[in-house]
């Protein structure tokens, strides 16, 4: 697969086993996440990376890593797709890492055949990615935990709507951009 995986997390315990599943994903490269620049020089070279969240204790210390991948000034790093392995279907972790932008959360069973299929679904396909003062991610306005109406009037009244098409050889392409008014 011409895309990178950067694992978000420690090097030992989830972060090393999420490190050795990704690298049976077929990745071109799977390195440890070591901040935006990298990543960034990273995508001159596969137009596509993954970031993928080792589970950890509390959820909300990812919050400064989602931020700075989700409101990156590069097109390819803030599109890029956000995905946390949670060890355990919980509700209150999977609302939060909706919440900071994350396109997915996988729970176990973290099979190589179950986690492909799901990360193929990042590519090829338009997405709708929404923006507003505080998130900037994946349309969640079917799940009870996306930001709604109130989120975009409180502060404001305007968001952005962006339809994207991830595609692994010339990276992330915005089909359409369109600022609404709430309100």
């Known amino acids: 697969m011409k895309a990178s995986a950067y694992v978000v997390g420690p090097v030992d315990g989830p972060g090393a086993a999420l490190t050795d599943l990704a690298r049976r994903l077929d990745f071109a490269s799977v390195l440890p996440y070591g901040g935006i620049a990298q990543a960034e020089a990273q995508s001159a070279i596969t137009p596509v990376c993954y970031f993928l969240f080792a589970a950890v204790e509390d959820v909300g210390s990812l919050h400064a890593t989602a931020n700075a991948i989700r409101f990156c000034p590069s097109r390819r790093i803030r599109f890029s797709p956000l995905i ?18 994350f396109d997915d959360v996988i729970t176990m ?4 055949l179950r986690i492909r299929e799901r990360i193929s679904r990042q590519v090829g396909h338009n997405l709708v990615y929404y923006e507003t003062a505080g998130y900037f991610g994946p349309d969640r306005r079917d799940r009870g ?14 968001f952005r709507r962006l339809e994207i098409v991830r595609n692994l050889m010339t990276g992330i392409n915005v089909v359409r951009d369109e600022l609404h008014m709430a309100g």
Do not use: D, K
């Open 109 to 112: 069973p973290f099979t190589t």
């Open 145 to 158: 935990t996306a930001p709604g109406p109130a989120a975009q009037t409180r502060l404001g009244g305007q």
């Open 84 to 101: 946390y392995f949670s060890e355990s279907p919980s509700v209150e972790a999977i609302t939060r890492c909706i919440a900071m932008g």
